[in-house]
Every structure is written in C-alpha cells, then in structure tokens.
C-alpha cells in the first residue's frame, strides 16, 4: 500500500512537478527563465562588467552572478575577457569569434567551442580579465564550479515542472550558445544593416532588440562599445536599456555612457574649433549622414544617365553598383569592386567629386601628425569648396557641418 502510494506520487511529479503546470505554461516560464539569462549576460557581463558603461547595485550583481552560474556556468572573468579581446582583434586571426576570419559555418555551429577553448587562454585572462569580481564567492564558489551550477538548475527545474524539467534545462543550456555565441558572434558580424560605418564588419541583425535583449544592435554597439544604450536611431528599440533605466529608476544602477549626440544649432559663419570638435565625436553619425547624401546623389545620377541613354548594360549594373559601396571607406570595398565603381564615376563626375570630399572629410580625425589649428584650416576650406562646387548634396551637407555644436 505504501509502495503503490509512493508510485502514485512519483508518477505525478513525474508528469507535473511540484507547480503542476501545463505544457504551455511550462513553455511560457521557460522563455521568461531564459529572457532573464539574455538579461543578464546584456546588463551585467556584457555592458556593466566589460565595457564599464554602467555600474550596478549589489543587488543585480549579485543576482546577475548568481543566475548565470546556474543557467550557463560562465565565468565573469574569462566572459568578459574574451569579449575585450574579441572587440581589440576585431576580424583579425586572434579575434576569438569572427566569421571574417574563422567561417560563419564555424562560428554559428560551434561558438560555444570557440568561447571555451580561448578561456583556457592565460594570457587572455591576464590581459583582458582586469577589474572583474574577486571576491570570496568568486573564488571559492563560482570559479572553478560551473558544473556544480548547472547541476543545481537541473535539479530545480526536475522538481518545478516533473521529467518536462529536463527539457526546460536543455533549453536553458543551449540558450546563450545559440543566441550569443552563435547568432550575435555569427550573424551579427556577417548579415544585416550598418548604421556606421565602424572599422570592422559588425551589423545590425534586427532594429528591435527584444529577443536577445539589445545585442541585435551589433553594429551601434562596435561603433559606440562603451555605451549602455545600443538604439541610436529612433525606428530601433533597445529592451536591455529599458531595463536598466528601470534599475537606475529604483536606485540599482547608474549609467555611465551613452552613445553621443550630434547637436546642431545655428549655421556659423565660418567652421571654428568647436565646430572640428563635435564633428570628431560624432563623426560616424557625420559620415552616416553623409552616406545619406552620396546614396541620394547616386540615384539622381542613375535616373539622369539612364534618361540619356548613357547607363546602359555593364554601365548599368556599375551604377547600380555604386549605390551600394560608394558611401564605404575606401579599403573597405573588395578590389574586384573598385575597378567596376571607376568605371561607374568616369560617367558621373558629381559622384567622383562626392567621393573625393568624403575622403578629404575623413581625413580629419584619421590624420595624427598634424595641429587641431591646421586641422581646422582644413576644414574651413572644406567648406568652402563644397558649397562652391555648385553640386546641391555638398552645399548642404557643409552647413549642417557648420550648424555642429560641441
């Protein structure tokens, strides 16, 4: 009798657990179990831990910490290394995750092998680990024990929801290797739309970061790393932020950085000191801007072309062409490309003159052997030549320039 009602109960936490939820809402506790991991991997190991642009109460680090050994075994110190290093190589051979380098094959199957096998790096550790927990729980209790952290989400999940527990752990265990290691280190560095024009090859995977909570805004956040806000564009949606301005609401965070803000006022007279400085701290939102135009421009001159008769065949799709790689930094456009964009603005010298600026503009801040007064000088006569060059795009991009306030 004994034995048959200890069967009866065992069969029904089996099916049950001891919540006795149904299947969907077993589903539904699930995403919101592995929402809060994407959470904190964001908050803490990723915007508050390595890039420093937010500090957090004890409370969510603490808890971040605390829910991450359970739901990933991550350590914080070989996590955030590894993504320091990732953003100081970046799609070089010792970035750690890049698909320019190692296959987007490779990275979307296996980045989670990639991620284990660069923290057993030391050197990595040693040089990109700085400032990271270490305390006595860190220690004695985290580092060095992961297994026992999953282990113990295993037997929580078994207990919560029956046999189905093993699944909802299976979800969890594979949750962060997919989503971060695989999706964001993958895709986020081979597919999608730029903002920026930011030194590597980041993306933007979606404008609404909600399911991998902001990350999918890759290419914001390589332009600006150290902000705890990666939505710059109003159509974009960052639901990590909205978490953390929760947070510094309830007096649990303080942000630290954001992305900065192009300014602009009244059209000076004349480019000044000032005006260099806010377009060098907001020169990738200038040179976005600029994109704009030369993008705009090319297809004027395309409609204008092909009403001539003149973009016709190879002429045709060498147009065509320009419109996608003209606005890019000149050793970003693959070599086989560059010839077809000559040929492209040997057709249309308001595109070649557009180019020709946009080089000259970027010259600004990528000179370092020469005097902010020089630099200055040069950009006065910028100015100049663009509102004189009589092509319309030129004219008013220099005034916004001139209306740019530090």
Not at 83 to 94: G, L, Q, S, V
Not at 281 to 286: F, H
Not at 303 to 329: F, I, P
Not at 338 to 365: H, I, Y
Request: contains cysteine; hydrophobic residues 45%.
């Amino acid at each position: 009798m004994e034995l048959q009602i200890f069967l009866d109960a065992f069969v029904d936490w089996a099916s049950n657990g001891v919540l006795g939820l149904s299947t969907w809402q077993v589903v539904a506790v699930t995403l919101v179990m592995t929402h809060i991991t994407i959470a904190a991997v964001t908050i803490f190991l990723h915007r508050a831990q390595a890039h420093r642009s937010l500090e957090l109460h004890a409370i969510p680090s603490h808890f971040f910490r605390f829910w991450l050994w359970m739901t990933t075994g991550m350590v914080t110190k070989e996590w955030v290394a590894i993504h320091r290093k990732h953003h100081a190589k970046c799609e070089t051979p010792d970035d750690p995750h890049s698909p320019q380098t190692r296959g987007i094959k490779t990275v979307l199957l296996t980045g989670s092998e990639l991620y284990r096998s660069e923290a057993k790096v030391a050197e990595t550790l040693k040089k990109y680990g700085h400032n990271t927990p270490d305390d006595w729980v860190e220690r004695h209790f985290y580092t060095g024990r992961s297994a026992l952290g999953v282990s113990l989400m295993l037997v929580i999940n078994l207990v919560l929801f029956g046999a189905l527990g093993a699944t909802v752990w299976a979800v969890q265990m594979l949750w962060i290797p997919i989503t971060a290691a695989g999706i964001i280190n993958g895709i986020g560095h081979w597919w999608g739309y730029r903002n920026f024009e930011a030194v590597d090859a980041s993306t933007n995977i979606s404008p609404w970061g909600i399911v991998i909570g902001g990350e999918e805004l890759h290419n914001n956040h390589h332009t600006y790393p150290t902000s705890a806000k990666l939505s710059v564009k109003p159509y974009e949606f960052d639901i990590g932020w909205a978490y953390i301005r929760g947070l510094e609401i309830c007096g649990l965070a303080k942000v630290r950085k954001t992305a900065p803000q192009l300014v602009l006022g009244a059209v000076k007279p004349q480019a000044d000191a000032q005006t260099l400085e806010a377009i060098i701290a907001n020169r990738y939102e200038v040179m976005a801007n600029y994109a704009k135009e030369l993008r705009r421009a090319c297809a004027v001159e395309v409609a204008r072309l092909k009403a001539q008769g003149v973009a016709t065949g190879s002429a045709w799709t060498d147009l065509r062409l320009a419109e996608r790689w003209l606005h890019r930094d000149a050793e970003k456009i693959p070599g086989e490309v560059r010839l077809r964009l000559a040929n492209a603005m040997s057709n249309a010298p308001t595109l070649e003159k557009l180019v020709a600026m946009r080089e000259e503009l970027r010259q600004l801040w990528t000179r370092t052997n020469v005097s902010a007064e020089q630099l200055v000088a040069d950009l006065q006569d910028w100015c100049k030549r663009a509102e004189e060059s009589g092509i319309a795009a030129l004219r008013e991009f220099s005034l916004q320039l001139r209306a740019a306030h530090a």
